[in-house]
């Protein structure tokens, strides 16, 4: 059975992918069982075939994904280097070449520094995904540079109502994705900006209060 959270992010990135406002690199974050891997492998999917499996666990072979584990407790530099030739390589199938780096935290931070560059040098068809199991397990450079997706811990069937006791990051990401799909011809651009100030919002360890009234506040003022 699929999870709501789970679903409710397959819709949002339906739609980044049709609206091509992918971005380039992603931190897949949240405590064990929250499905960051497994969306992520959905994902894959969706890109190749045009649409997320009806079941999880449904494996369809992939061409254009590639899923660096690590080796031996940790993920150093020369496979993040490596990761350069698939990055560029052409996709087959796919609109982008997805590349899922998983148990993230475990980079050295030379390779994490590698990972810096690849990002910020990485070709328009190239995607990123890095899973840690929280926002704060990558070095700031890295981090800085990535959407973060936040997923709660054993999501259950049906979404519970946000609350004060709610993480920051999760309710404005559940206000961004409940406007989203409220508004379903909402323009491109109005989209991109509340994401992009999401990403902002993980990144810098404010005022939450604040912060939250702002971004929401700008959000509305934007509709």
Known sequence: MKHAVLEEKQEL????????????????FGALGGGKRTFARELAIFLEYGAFPKESGEAPALTDAYFLEPR???????????????????PLRSPRRLIVVER?????????????KLTEDAPPKACFIFIAPDGNALLPPLSSRLARVYFP???S???????????????????????????KRAQSTRIAWL?????????YNLNERL???????NGVERE
């Open 157 to 183: 069937p049906e979404v519970p109502e946000t609350t004060e006791e709610t993480p920051l990051a999760e309710r404005v990401e559940a206000d961004i994705i409940k406007r989203f799909l409220e508004n």
């Open 72 to 90: 031996e407790g940790v993920i150093g530099i020369d496979e993040v280097r490596a990761l350069r030739d698939t990055a560029y390589g052409r």
């Open 153 to 155: 811990a054993n999501p």
């Open 195 to 203: 994401l992009k100030k999401h990403a902002e919002l993980s990144r």
């Open 13 to 28: 990135f339906k739609r980044l992918v049709q609206e091509d406002l992918l971005s380039h690199a992603y931190l897949f």
């Open 104 to 116: 993230a935290e475990l980079m050295t931070s030379e390779a994490q520094a590698s990972a810096l």
């Open 211 to 217: 912060q939250e009234k702002g971004i929401m506040y």
